[in-house]
């Protein structure tokens, strides 16, 4: 069995999306942690720096290769595994099986993973595009002091205003923060069955630690979805100014 | 448990042959005993239209004692009806009550055609387990049963693996119509056994290689086989059969 016949057979796919799903999963985990900068409630300040860090550093922007490479092919394998499985029952049930032995999200990962495709998509234009293209405001934070401060200041350095985007949009188009809240909940079913399938796919038999997988598998889901629904509640609720 | 008759309706896919298309036909049962079978039941009604100088409906069987997977009907929406662990014809009509409707189907996957009404071609497993579910040893005398040792735990999981019988209950319940849960119980029972391992790293690449070709589906761990399956194999099984197929597919030493 060569590579090609290894990974374009179906359990090498399982495999492919597994590796690919839980990178991704790690990237969530930074983005996380990144965004929670938003509630040191310093006007942006330290947000605005991170932010920059992760756009101006080599490190972070090679990861952001790969981190794009692990997104098209989850979503391109996933979308095409979606196709290919329900092609393989060309006459259904007239009562189909439901709930009875599966849980809906398991059943669901084709489509909460295309609501989350579609989420991608707006929230790549709303923040990536402009932070990577130009199109926001600046801000010029004094680093000895981590004060803003005006332009022109000595000491001051130039900084996107990518915290100022978030809390734009998000305080004036309440809308958007209902497209944002949904997409966090689809991200959050589609993480707690792929968390726990990706280990499967692993091949962890022990009944004890599939578990404690499956328990992992939701406390990260709750834990990092929660963060991420709490971000632009913090600001419609007025909690960071 | 009181006994009790019972007067059904059922609905029941007709299909003449695999090129014709199928539909629903309606009969009605009288007097049903609760003691029956729902595989007695379908001799009843079977016995009633050849009376009536009709067609009878088609279906699988063989053992009637759950043991040989012949029997596959997709029952109200769950292969083998509505009882945990139990195939058609080990379920009984006192898991019905009179009056009830009950919709009968016959598994639905390509890879498994209807064949004439509720009987579908499974052959495609027959290949699965011709392409390495099997252990080449040489026959001769009989060996001390004890000349290996095998551990406990492991000879359990094997025993529980081997109690597969192939009805493909778990390929009819999956959104996928995938059989990994049916190929795993089938490389996990030689798997788990010091007599397995020769032709472990071959077994599980030709046997996946097999059902992709035969057009089943990719597995997604939604566990809907699990569930359904009559002889409860687990879907741990599944775990390893991808653990071991990803070993061998990366050890396996090809040109190219």
New interface residues.
């Given amino acids: 069995?060569?590579w090609s016949?290894?990974f374009t057979?179906?359990?090498?796919?399982?495999?492919t999306m597994a590796l690919s799903g839980l990178f991704l999963v790690a990237f969530l985990l930074v983005h996380a942690g990144l965004n929670a900068c938003i509630w040191a409630n310093d006007g942006g300040v330290m947000f605005n720096v991170a932010a920059h860090f992760m756009g101006a550093n080599v490190v972070p922007r090679v990861l952001e290769i790969g981190l794009f490479v692990f997104f098209l092919l989850h979503i391109i394998q996933g979308l095409v595994?979606e196709i290919?499985?329900?092609?393989?029952?060309?006459?259904?049930?007239?009562?189909?099986?439901?709930n009875?032995?599966?849980?809906w999200y398991?059943?669901a990962?084709g489509i909460l993973g295309s609501i989350i495709l579609i989420f991608l998509v707006i929230h790549l234009i709303d923040f990536w595009i402009p932070s990577r293209f130009g199109g926001l405001g600046q801000m010029y934070i004094d680093m000895s002091t981590h004060q803003i401060v005006s332009a022109g200041t000595p000491g001051a350095k130039e900084y996107h205003d990518l915290y100022g985007e978030m809390v734009y949009k998000f305080t004036n188009y309440p809308w958007i923060s209902v497209v944002y809240i949904l997409g966090v909940i689809a991200l959050f079913w589609h993480l707690v069955?792929g968390i726990?399938?990706a280990f499967?796919?692993?091949?962890?038999?022990n009944?004890k630690y599939?578990s404690i997988l499956t328990v992992v598998g939701w406390s990260f889901a709750i834990i990092v979805c929660g963060a991420f629904i709490m971000m632009p509640i913090s600001f419609l609720a007025g909690w960071i100014s | 448990m009181e006994h009790y008759n019972m007067n059904l309706t059922l609905k029941v896919w007709k299909q003449k042959d695999g090129k014709s298309k199928g539909g629903f036909e309606t009969y009605q049962v009288k007097n049903i005993s609760s003691e029956m079978s729902f595989l007695e039941m379908f001799d009843v009604l079977n016995e009633q239209l050849i009376h009536e100088g009709k067609e009878p409906i088609a279906f699988d069987h063989d053992c009637r004692e759950g043991i040989c997977g012949m029997c596959s009907m997709y029952i109200n929406g769950r292969p083998h009806g509505p009882w945990q662990g139990t195939t058609t014809c080990q379920l009984h009509m006192r898991a019905f009550k009179d009056g009830d409707t009950i919709v009968v189907e016959p598994w639905r996957a390509n890879a498994f055609p209807v064949l004439k009404d509720l009987v579908v071609d499974r052959t495609a497993f027959d290949r699965i387990i011709q392409a390495g579910g099997y252990v080449s040893v040489n026959t001769g005398v009989t060996v001390d049963g004890n000349a290996i040792p095998i551990n406990k735990d492991n000879a359990d999981k094997a025993f529980a693996a081997a109690a597969c019988i192939g009805c493909g209950a778990c390929v009819a319940a999956c959104k996928n119509s995938s059989a990994l849960l049916f190929l795993s119980a089938k490389t996990s029972h030689l798997a788990l056994l010091p007599q397995g391992q020769t032709e472990r790293n071959k077994r599980s690449l030709a046997m996946v290689a097999q059902m992709d070709k035969e057009g089943f589906g990719s597995c997604t761990n939604t566990g809907a086989c699990e569930a359904v399956c009559p002889k409860e194999i687990e879907i741990t099984n599944i775990a390893r059969l991808n653990r071991d197929f990803t070993a061998a597919g990366l050890a396996a030493d090809v040109k190219g």
């Avoid at chain 1, 057979?9 to 495999?15: D, F, L, M």
């Avoid at chain 1, 009875?100 to 849980?103: A, D, E, V």
């Avoid at chain 1, 499967?200 to 038999?205: I, L």
């Fill in positions: 069995m060569n016949q290894l057979s179906s359990v090498g796919k399982k495999v595994l290919q499985n329900r092609s393989k029952r060309k006459v259904g049930y007239a009562i189909p099986m439901g009875k032995g599966s849980k398991s059943r990962m069955h726990q399938s499967r796919t692993f091949g962890v038999t009944h599939i």
